[in-house]
């Protein structure tokens, strides 16, 4: 009965998938073209980051929902989690280096090459919120389901979370510790009493 709950979760999500993709390819070629110019092409840019992502999930379900067996969709869909959790992070990564070229570039008046990085930064973060979406659906399907993991999911689960903490810790900025204060005394002094050993 939960392997039936299991493969009906997995279809629903391709059905939600497709209705996504149809919305997608629709606002993609409408009022968003209207607008000329750099900017009037930048909502286009991340619908079609959306329309990708959302395109590359459909495919992959579909193509774990046609496995002879409840096991191999199982498998599949957990890796599919971990392959768009990978995404996301990667991108984030991109999005942060990306942002800190934009910076750099305004600040030294390279106002070209910060326009450039701008419109890639319209695609990252498209890409970044659509790889976690993905990911938020797969992982809730997961649990809702409360399949069994398989076991190799373990040791790839756990270098993803290495890999998110070395992330992490590339983006922590790092300023000079201070040195701390010496303790001093009160004012008017009191007296040290020194421990007696028994």
């Known amino acids: ?29 409408s009022s ?48 599919l989690r971990n392959e ?12 942060v280096q ?6 750099a570039s305004a600040e030294s008046g390279d106002f070209i090459r910060a326009a450039t990085l701008a419109t890639n930064l319209v695609s990252l973060k498209a890409r970044l919120q659509a790889g976690q979406a993905a990911h938020h659906e797969l992982d809730l399907l997961i649990k809702r389901s409360k399949v069994v993991r ?14 998110t903490l070395e992330l992490l810790d590339e983006q922590v900025i790092k300023e000079p510790v201070s040195k701390p204060e010496p303790l001093r005394a009160a004012a008017g002094g009191g007296k040290v009493i020194p421990l007696k050993r028994r």
């Open 1 to 29: 009965m939960e392997s039936e709950s299991f493969v009906s979760r997995v279809m629903a999500l391709i059905q939600k998938s497709r209705r996504a993709l149809r919305l997608y390819s629709t606002a993609g070629g």
């Open 32 to 79: 968003y073209n209207r607008v000329e110019g750099t900017i009037g092409e930048l909502p286009s840019v991340q619908v079609a980051e959306w329309r990708e992502i959302n395109g590359l999930l459909l495919r992959k379900l579909t193509e774990a929902a046609e496995a002879a067996n409840t096991k191999k969709i199982i498998d599949d869909v957990f890796a």
């Open 84 to 95: 768009f959790q990978t995404l996301w992070r990667t991108t984030e990564a991109e999005l």
């Open 98 to 103: 990306s942002q800190r070229d934009l910076i």
């Open 150 to 163: 398989p076991a190799a999911e373990l040791s790839e689960e756990s270098a993803t979370v290495l890999s």
